[in-house]
């Protein structure tokens, strides 16, 4: 008679797969390189500046925090740190002193993620919350945004301007009417193409599908909060444009500009600090939309993405606990 087989039943999931974090670190690290290079295009000298210092300094604040004040093993090089730093400097403009793209990265990685005890246990996207620190610690440096083609060759003297959003809401708060400010406004072709001032990494919607579409070939991502995000976004704004094309424009014109493509791709569905079901996914995508569409259409900032990602993350351990799948062989009540 044979010894009889023992058979271990390991807790779930028992799902398997050859996923690491590293893996999903880089391939969403590729999927922004031709972001990358179009602001290399259009910014020259300052995108790469702004870029390499972020990183560093995300790197650095990183190791050092894990290493000395949680006493860990620093976890550098799965490369989460290096994606928070290109994240924050693609939501800044290209001419930002380096004092303040560092101390945004000790923000970033030091009260978004660290604090909370690193990787996977940050509730808030740690590239916004250094990004939204800045833009309240220092709104001009933080507003003065270089124009595209112009400033490839300069770094701290770029010749700066507004824009596209901040052109319509200043032309608008001032009364100008919607017809008028359209000559100002770049075509949609050079927002496609990112021939726009802007944060550096905002400006190609073109690059940012490309990269997106990456994405969700490698199931890096799913579909659920970015489509409900921009699908909310043109519902929003385009029954706004129906009801008042005077005073609103077109969803288009939304979707294209500003950073609603980077931050419904790449930020907001940030593994960390979105919802695990697909349903909760979609709920926390429409919520940004409308706190977006709010924020422009009736706030006093001219974008609201990185605000409204912010707040939905905050009901991320809500959607979590009242929207989940039933567990096996649970009665329901």
Request: net charge positive; with cysteine.
């Amino acid at each position: 008679m044979s010894a009889t087989k023992l058979i271990t039943v390991s807790p779930s999931p028992h799902n398997y797969g050859d996923e690491s974090v590293s893996k999903i670190m880089y391939r969403v690290i590729w999927a922004l390189v031709p972001a990358f290079a179009v602001s290399l295009v259009f910014f020259g000298v300052g995108a790469l500046i702004v870029t390499a210092i972020a990183i560093t300094s995300c790197v650095a604040f990183e190791y050092l925090i894990a290493k000395y004040i949680i006493k860990s093993k620093p976890t550098v090089w799965d490369g989460s740190a290096i994606l928070t730093g290109l994240l924050l400097a693609f939501n800044v403009p290209s001419n930002l002193p380096i004092w303040i793209i560092i101390l945004g990265s000790l923000v970033a990685i030091g009260i978004g993620k660290m604090s909370f005890g690193g990787l996977g246990k940050n509730p808030f996207n740690p590239a916004l919350v250094g990004r939204v620190f800045l833009l309240i610690s220092f709104p001009v440096q933080m507003t003065s945004w270089p124009k595209a083609v112009e400033a490839r060759w300069a770094y701290l003297d770029a010749t700066t301007g507004a824009t596209p959003l901040g052109l319509l809401k200043e032309g608008l708060m001032n009364g100008k009417p919607l017809s008028e400010l359209m000559d100002q406004i770049p075509e949609y072709s050079q927002l496609f193409l990112g021939n726009m001032g802007g944060s550096l990494g905002e400006i190609s919607a073109l690059a940012l599908i490309l990269g997106g579409a990456y994405l969700l070939w490698k199931k890096i991502i799913t579909w659920h909060i970015p489509v409900s995000v921009l699908g909310t976004v043109v519902a929003f704004t385009g029954i706004m444009w129906l009801v008042n094309p005077d005073q609103y424009i077109d969803p288009a014109f939304h979707l294209l500009s500003g950073g609603m493509l980077l931050g419904a791709i790449y930020m907001a569905t940030d593994m960390v600090s979105s919802p695990m079901t697909p349903k909760g996914q979609i709920i926390f995508g429409v919520g940004i939309g409308v706190l977006t569409c709010v924020i422009r259409l009736f706030g006093a900032y001219p974008e609201g993405v990185s605000f409204a990602i912010l707040i939905m993350n905050a009901f991320v351990p809500l959607l979590d606990k009242y929207i989940k799948p039933k567990r096996f062989g649970e009665v329901k009540k």
